[in-house]
């Protein structure tokens, strides 16, 4: 079963997408005003089954918002979703109630029941005596009332219904559990765990079940982090990060927020902005938790307090190579014996650079003479098909061999952040916007990268930005890259669940912020020297292979939850209350 990521985004809206609690509220009357018109049409007002039928349908309604006070959960059990549940509970007993033409008695309760039981369940986990005090706060007083004005004098047979209206839902969400269990044998992962993690981090914002569960499965690897300082007069000014990882899967989940939590970190301890591009790698290569994060920041700081004297230069390539192919453009710069190559796409995006291209690049630098070189995806376009990556190697090799013959000059640098006002769910991570300003001091060549934490962009936004910032301040070249931070995805505002740069008219303050930022760097820049150098972090957890299965395991839930468990756990409590209510 082949899945992407864009269909999880659909399995995301089926599943999470509520109305607001005004709308749920007016829902919530469809099945009472069907609940009174069918026992018009059906003459059921004068009979004990209209007074029974909405004694049940109360109780129905009501007894979800019992549900927070007994799981000590009001974030995750909020009032919308509480609604939503008992829109759902109601519906479910009036379906019922009008199969049996009213005949169900407290037996009526159980696809209810079920429906809570099994929303508790998959969310938070339950116990058997929380499940029966669940259910005995619908039960116990609906079975008292309808038994004390109806009067009914078969009292065994009454309990026996009883135990029934208990027993049924406990054993329909245990069938439904089993669907879980045969899929999690087929996957071979534990798709309760895994998706009650899920939604502890999507309905909470904490990701650490989740995370827990990823890093018992995940791969265990070596990543290689690439790291640039800069000085000017000893001073240092800046630092930029390239990682052999990926900043993903979505949201504060692994290593999402990999950029924003490396510029606040940077700026913490080494009191000078630092930015993370986005190099060469994919999904494959997202870290499996936060503790994995910490691990990398905690080895990179180390390696970014000592000082490698012998890897600092003061001279580097700043006349640009600029290499197009049919998809892609590769801009080449150096700084001291380091190649950078910043790959954009022209008409259509890139979903992700594959990290074999990193390694390929590495290989033909050492041939061209360069120490390393960093192969930076710019991932500033919008997502396209049919993008051929052998493309690529070809205009690697050509970068490479042109950037080797240019001739080195010093180097005038200077970078400068700031954050900007707009939200995650708006599509602008927590590490802003950002400029990188290097001037040949020969050469006078004047090359601007700005770097917004976002993930794609609009390509007429990009042109734009471009053009805005090279007539307004007469540069050579801009480029715009982002970091395709996946802070930013997994919110349901978007019909792809994130926004790119420039889709919101919000984002028009990027035009502001990137000259502010620009303009301060152009005057503080200075000659600098600068530190390029190398760290592997060795025992890291990444997804590695995991990730097909990762994408099967959701089609592969929502195949046991949706089209098999819950149809047939309803199907199996309708049959009982057929059979049973007819004998009523």
Wanted: net charge positive; proline share 3%.
């Amino acid at each position: 079963m082949n899945v992407s990521s864009i269909d999880i985004e659909r399995y995301f809206r089926r599943l999470f997408v509520l109305p607001s609690v005004y709308r749920l509220v007016l829902l919530i009357m469809i099945p009472i005003a069907t609940y009174f018109i069918s026992c018009f049409m059906l003459s059921f007002y004068h009979t004990k089954y209209f007074i029974e039928g909405l004694i049940l349908l109360i109780f129905t309604i009501l007894s979800p918002y019992l549900i927070p006070l007994l799981w000590h959960d009001k974030k995750t059990y909020n009032p919308v979703r509480i609604s939503m549940i008992a829109f759902l509970s109601a519906t479910l007993f009036v379906i019922t109630f009008l199969i049996t033409m009213g005949k169900t008695r407290i037996l009526g309760l159980s696809p209810s029941l079920y429906l809570q039981l099994l929303v508790v369940q998959l969310i938070s986990g339950s116990s058997l005596v929380k499940n029966i005090i669940l259910e005995g706060l619908s039960i116990i007083p609906s079975f008292w009332l309808t038994l004390h004005i109806n009067a009914y004098n078969k009292l065994t047979y009454e309990f026996l219904l009883l135990l029934l209206t208990f027993s049924l839902p406990i054993l329909a969400v245990n069938i439904t559990l089993s669907y879980l269990r045969h899929y999690s044998s087929i996957i071979k992962m534990d798709l309760l765990a895994l998706g009650r993690g899920f939604a502890r981090m999507w309905l909470e914002g904490d990701s650490s079940h989740l995370e827990k569960e990823l890093f018992k499965i995940c791969e265990t690897a070596e990543v290689q982090v690439h790291y640039i300082k800069f000085y000017n007069k000893g001073k240092l000014t800046g630092i930029i990060v390239v990682p052999e990882f990926h900043y993903g899967p979505f949201r504060n989940l692994g290593s999402s927020q990999f950029p924003a939590v490396l510029s606040y970190e940077i700026k913490e301890h080494f009191k000078c902005d630092g930015i993370a591009l986005h190099g060469a790698s994919s999904h494959e290569r997202n870290l499996a938790s936060s503790a994995d994060v910490k691990k990398v920041l905690s080895s990179l700081f180390k390696a970014l307090r000592r000082s490698n004297r012998i890897l600092v230069r003061n001279e580097g390539i700043i006349d640009p190579v600029k290499i197009r192919g049919h998809d892609f453009e590769i801009i080449g710069i150096a700084l001291g014996k380091i190649a950078i190559l910043v790959v954009s796409a022209l008409d259509k995006g890139i979903e992700d650079i594959p990290s074999e291209y990193w390694e390929l690049a590495k290989k033909l630098g050492v041939h061209y003479g360069f120490e390393d070189v960093i192969l930076v995806d710019a991932h500033n376009g919008l997502l396209s098909e049919n993008i051929d990556f052998a493309e690529l190697s070809d205009l690697i090799s050509k970068s490479l061999r042109e950037l080797s013959l240019k001739k080195r000059e010093p180097v005038k640098f200077s970078m400068v952040t700031k954050r900007v006002p707009i939200k995650e769910e708006l599509g602008i991570g927590r590490a802003g916007l950002s400029v990188i300003y290097l001037e040949g001091l020969r050469s006078k060549r004047k090359l601007v990268f700005v770097v917004v934490d976002g993930n794609n962009v609009v390509p007429e936004f990009r042109c734009r930005l471009k053009r805005f910032l090279m007539e307004r301040f007469n540069v050579d070249l801009v480029e715009l890259l982002t970091t395709d931070t996946h802070s930013v995805s997994g919110f349901l505002s978007s019909s792809r669940g994130y926004f790119a740069i420039g889709e919101l008219p919000e984002h028009n303050i990027l035009y502001e912020i990137a000259a502010q930022c620009l303009d301060q760097a152009i005057k503080s820049c200075s000659v600098s020297s600068f530190e390029c150098n190398v760290i592997t972090i060795k025992s890291v957890k990444i997804y590695g292979g995991l990730l097909s299965k990762m994408y099967a395991a959701v089609a592969y839930g929502y195949e046991a939850l949706v089209k098999r468990g819950i149809p047939i756990s309803l199907i199996f409590l309708t049959c009982i209350i057929l059979l049973l209510s007819s004998t009523l």
